[in-house]
């Protein structure tokens, strides 16, 4: 859990061998050993630290729990249809303030049968979440009851689009009450797969959960290995010891095109696992200097660095291309395009070179390395005094995603694309992104609240203006998602939930 019309922007990309969804063909003829066996290692690339969705929003966990082993109450597919989840039916009021849910007949991972109570408990735990986009879903949200033993209902203050795709997202998962307490290791839900084990910076190890209530996995038994190193992740595809790299950050992309790999094995893009990359400047510093900063990036720059400009689109917004309010950079969505001379005179005028600046640098994320690698010193040749704090996520994670205020003053981000993530109607608890506008909040909050597609297109629209103009979030570039696939291995299909990669419909 984007990118709709990315591939015809980009033809050169729409031309490679793409994973065809087929019949299954002769295990005898699979040149993975592991399909004889029914089984398929995958590669990540980040180690999640946790498995608590309800608290963590690292894409190094959704990319993998959710979809597959815990399930929201419904799915968003391709075509803007909703298909059945935990939910196997609902009912929305005409004025579209009350949703009645009714819950399908069916067990979790664990055996225990899903009931109402752990489908509000899940709820109410996910308007609780410190995760903005996970408790953003639910502003609206007056009550979560149990009507019966198959139904829930949901009442809103107010119409909310937030809320009904919030249900199709991970605020919508549900999980078993009884067995919250071990959700940061052993997740438990109705998804087609089942944890095994997940042992941390090594592998998460998945098989097929006997209590699913819809058709079987193809492939039973599945393994996903943590290889942080992307080159030796690549080396593994080639050395068939793994079957598939289903993310591969933009940092590998020129890599694997000067190695053939994406003639070796069905290379796909798929717009969920795509993400905007942008600067990060703390909302504490005078507004003016953000601008300067702002005016210090050259997106053309960034882009050529990963050597792959078919995969990437140069923007000044905060969205992805699928999102209709997204737009390309240009001279009407650029408040403050690229100018280095202009911004060295500023810095030399007001004197901001005089004050000292930290920029926090993820040191173990190499599709952030790079961006770091040419901003800090084209900061510093504008004149800013800015010094360079490299850390590993961990670190990184209690600084920016925990610190009550975060501790940096400039950073480089590459993540979801919600824009609801920077919504703050309380100054006291802004996020870590350290954003707070009370005209954006309420930007955001007139959209969510439109009628029509129409009215909501427009409305974000403002909202997006508003969030360039403040030079806090600036965007650089937005990326496509990019895997490789062992080309027996059929059935890949672009992820329905978040950025889940969905293991079920692969097979042999």
């Known amino acids: 859990m984007r990118i709709g019309n990315l591939g015809r ?42 498995l608590d969705y309800v608290k963590s929003n690292l894409t190094a966990l959704r990319l993998w729990i959710p979809a597959n082993v815990v399930e929201p109450l419904i799915y968003f597919n391709k075509d803007g249809s909703v298909s059945p989840g935990v939910a196997e039916s609902w009912e929305i009021s005409e004025d579209k303030r009350v949703y009645t849910f ?8 664990d055996g225990s049968p899903v009931t109402t109570d752990d489908v509000v ?34 009442t809103l203050s107010r119409p909310s689009q937030g809320f009904w795709a919030g249900m199709g997202s991970v605020s919508g998962l549900i999980q078993p009450k009884a067995a919250a307490g071990g959700i940061a290791t052993n997740p438990i839900g109705t998804g087609p797969y089942k944890l095994v084990s997940y042992t941390t910076n090594s592998s998460l190890e998945f098989t097929a959960n006997e209590n699913y209530w819809g058709e079987a996995p193809a492939v039973k038994n599945v ?3 943590i ?38 094995f069905s290379l796909v893009t798929y717009p969920q696992i795509g993400e905007p990359t942008y600067a990060v400047v703390n909302q504490k510093l005078d507004p003016e200097l953000r601008q300067t900063i702002a005016r210090t990036l050259d997106r053309q720059q ?11 689109q140069n923007t000044c917004t905060f969205a992805l291309p699928n999102q209709p309010w997204y737009s390309p950079a240009n001279e009407e969505t650029c408040p403050y395009p690229f100018d280095m001379e202009g911004a060295m005179a500023t810095v030399a005028e007001k004197g901001y070179g005089s004050k000292p600046l930290e920029y926090a640098s993820l040191s173990d994320v190499p599709d952030l390395l ?14 800013f005094n ?7 996520l961990a670190r990184y994670a209690q600084t920016i995603f925990q610190g009550r205020p975060p501790q940096f003053d400039v950073t480089v981000m590459s993540g979801d694309a919600g824009p609801d993530q920077f919504v703050c109607p309380d100054e006291s608890k802004a996020g870590w992104s350290t954003y707070c506008s009370a005209e954006y909040t309420k930007a955001i909050a007139d959209a969510d609240q439109a009628l029509t597609q129409e009215d909501y297109v427009a409305k974000m629209k403002e909202a997006a203006a508003i969030l360039r103009k403040d030079a806090v979030i600036i965007p650089l570039i937005a990326k496509n998602g990019v895997g490789l696939f062992d080309p027996d291995l059929k059935g890949f299909r672009e992820p329905r939930v978040a950025v889940a990669i969905e293991l079920a419909p692969l097979h042999w």
Do not use: C, H
């Open 9 to 50: 922007r980009f033809g050169l990309m729409a031309a490679m061998a793409t994973l065809a969804v087929g019949a299954t063909q002769d295990l005898a003829q699979a040149t993975s050993p592991r399909a004889a066996e029914n089984k398929m290692v995958l590669v990540a690339r980040q180690d999640p630290g946790t």
């Open 102 to 109: 009714t819950i399908r007949q069916a067990k979790f991972s």
């Open 121 to 154: 408990y899940s709820l109410e735990t996910m308007s609780k979440s410190p995760v903005v986009q996970n408790a953003a879903a639910y502003a609206a949200v007056t009550s979560i009851e149990k009507l019966d033993d198959r139904k829930v209902r949901v």
């Open 223 to 225: 393994s996903v290995r």
């Open 227 to 264: 290889i942080t190193d992307g080159t030796a992740g690549l080396n593994a595809m080639e050395a068939g010891e793994v079957d598939s790299l289903p993310v591969i950050t933009i940092d590998l992309w020129e890599q694997l095109m000067r190695r053939g790999l994406d003639k070796k």
């Open 302 to 312: 960034y882009n050529d660095a990963f050597g792959a400009s078919w995969g990437a």
């Open 370 to 383: 790079l961006p770091a690698d040419i901003m800090v010193p084209t900061l510093q040749a504008a004149g």
């Open 386 to 392: 800015i010094t360079r704090n490299a850390m590993d």
